[in-house]
T-cell receptor, first 109, second 115 residues
Framework: RKEVEQDPGPFNVPEGATVAFNCTYS??????FFWYRQDCRKEPKLLMS???SGNEDGRFTAQLNRASQYISLLIRDSKLSDSATYLC??????????FGDGTTLTVKP | DTGVSQNPRHKITKRGQNVTFRCDPI?????LYWYRQTLGQGPEFLTY????????KSRLLSDRFSAERPKGSFSTLEIQRTEQGDSAMYLC?????????????FGQGTRLTVV
């Protein structure tokens, strides 16, 4: 079993749709959590950190459930430009980052 | 450009040859990571450094792989006797440890093709 697992995808949604991704992690000592975005053949870039209380950045909302060891990302009012692969990232206290395999989102007109 | 820089961007090599990649992190960052990524997979951890000290190396990494960060600045990743299965994108990332929820910044990667 992988340390970080994500919805397999792909997700194909129309513009304006709301889409949610889930991610589970196995290391209960994990300390910090992130969502990264990766465009085709590009490097990953930080989308948002995930805080215990949940956090929102425009159309994006991230949630953390430490008891169940899962993280979610909600995208509202999807845009064509949201098409990408979304990577869940979990850091241990030592700072080592473990990535999920990503969920691919395609937003269609 | 003050981002993470990787060289070369692309490398094609024959099976059995040795290759070396370089990563220049963001100058004030003390932590440097190497990852490998293949199509359809997320970045797979290879190794990481705190300043010049190599803190961890993936158990999945064969002895043909070695990494250094001699002065705590740039790092090199060497693959000896390359195999076709080594073909992948090799990503370097750096971050500043000591601050909560720190973002890792990635370089654009080195795409290795072993023929």
């Amino acid at each position: 079993r992988k340390e970080v697992e994500q919805d397999p995808g792909p997700f194909n949604v129309p513009e304006g749709a709301t889409v949610a991704f889930n991610c589970t992690y196995s290391n209960s000592a994990s300390q910090s959590f992130f969502w990264y975005r990766q465009d085709c053949r590009k490097e990953p870039k930080l989308l948002m950190s995930v805080y215990s209380s949940g956090n929102e950045d425009g159309r994006f909302t991230a949630q953390l459930n430490r008891a169940s060891q899962y993280i979610s990302l909600l995208i509202r009012d999807s845009k064509l430009s949201d098409s990408a692969t979304y990577l869940c990232v979990v850091n241990t206290n030592a700072g080592k980052s473990t990535f999920g395999d990503g969920t691919t989102l395609t937003v269609k007109p | 450009d003050t981002g993470v820089s990787q060289n070369p961007r692309h490398k094609i090599t024959k099976r059995g040859q040795n290759v070396t990649f370089r990563c220049d992190p963001i100058s004030e960052h003390n932590r440097l990571y190497w990852y490998r990524q293949t199509l359809g997979q997320g970045p797979e951890f290879l190794t990481y450094f705190q300043n010049e000290a190599q803190l961890e190396k993936s158990r999945l990494l064969s002895d043909r792989f070695s990494a250094e960060r001699p002065k705590g600045s740039f790092s090199t990743l060497e693959i000896q006797r390359t195999e076709q299965g080594d073909s992948a994108m090799y990503l370097c990332a750096s971050t500043l440890i000591g601050v909560m929820n720190t973002e890792a910044f990635f370089g654009q990667g080195t795409r290795l093709t072993v023929v």
